[in-house]
């Protein structure tokens, strides 16, 4: 495996060791990445009836000629696939709604941002620039997005730089449950004085947007001096990851619903 990581590698791993392996090194598929079929509900909770409810009426508003299928599975999660309809992962979907609007293609705020109308409406007002990658080397230069120094990639669906203040605001929205991210935060806020540099950006301000659940944004700030401890933790959690050579199980609530857990058939004694 390449050195080059990013917070979902990293995530990945930091759940569970055995699973990242499986994923990274043995390339065994883990069910969430065929972007052809809509996945929900896998995390055991009733989300997936919601879900299922979400995935009939977006589709069936763009295709509602078209046949849809519904295949429950085994892990009491669910899958839904529109024949000749490019269906997409339902979180994938909304980030995309969000990413259109702020470009101005939909003039219209979608019904799925609804709970966040005020904070959508004075982001577009703002000209925050929507998703965007920043790729480093690894001195945390930044570089060209598929440059051969490449090494980490951070990925934000929305930042915007209050020039006066210096006050960078990078936005992440989420679906699905509330959770603190806090390692999250953290890399974005590294991120951005790495790649804007600490003259232009004083502080950074990370805000999650849980768009299921309505409600202030979850937000930290970061300031400037705190880039050295940022950097340093994030290398210490990297470098942990990078100098695995046994890669062991860590079991955990997790596997009740890893695909490569014993009771799904896969390699896993878990
Ligand atoms: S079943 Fe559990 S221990 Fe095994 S790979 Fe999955 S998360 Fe890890």
Not at 148 to 159: L, N
């Amino acid at each position: 495996m390449t050195k080059q990581w990013s917070y979902s590698k990293w995530n990945d791993y930091d759940i569970c060791p055995s699973r990242f392996k499986y994923k990274y090194f043995d390339k065994l598929s883990d069910g969430g990445d065929d972007l052809t079929v809509v996945h929900f509900g896998a995390d055991g909770t009733n989300e997936g009836d919601d879900e299922a409810k979400w995935c009939l009426e977006a589709f069936g508003e763009f295709a509602s000629d078209r046949p849809k299928v519904f295949i429950p599975d085994e892990r009491l999660s669910a899958f839904v696939a529109v024949e000749g309809f490019p269906v997409m992962a339902r979180g994938t979907y909304i980030h995309k709604l969000a990413e259109n609007y702020l470009k101005g293609m939909i003039r219209e705020l979608p019904k799925e941002l609804h709970k966040f109308s005020v904070q959508f409406l004075l982001l577009r007002d703002a000209a925050a620039r929507g998703e965007a990658t920043w790729t480093f080397d690894e001195n945390y230069e930044p570089c060209e997005l598929f440059a051969r120094e490449a090494y980490v990639r951070v990925k934000t669906d929305a930042h915007v730089l209050n020039v006066e203040s210096g006050v960078m605001r990078v936005i992440d929205y989420k679906t699905g449950r509330i959770k603190p991210y806090n390692e999250q935060k953290e890399l974005y806020a590294f991120a951005a004085f790495a790649r804007f540099g600490t003259d232009q950006v004083k502080a950074v301000q990370v805000e999650l947007w849980f768009l299921d659940h309505g409600g202030p944004p979850s937000k930290e700030t970061f300031a400037a001096w705190q880039l050295g401890d940022l950097r340093k933790t994030w290398n210490k959690r990297v470098a942990k990851m990078q100098a695995d050579e046994r890669f062991d199980p860590r079991p955990s609530n997790f596997c009740n619903w890893c695909t490569y857990s014993k009771s799904k058939g896969g390699p896993c004694a878990y």
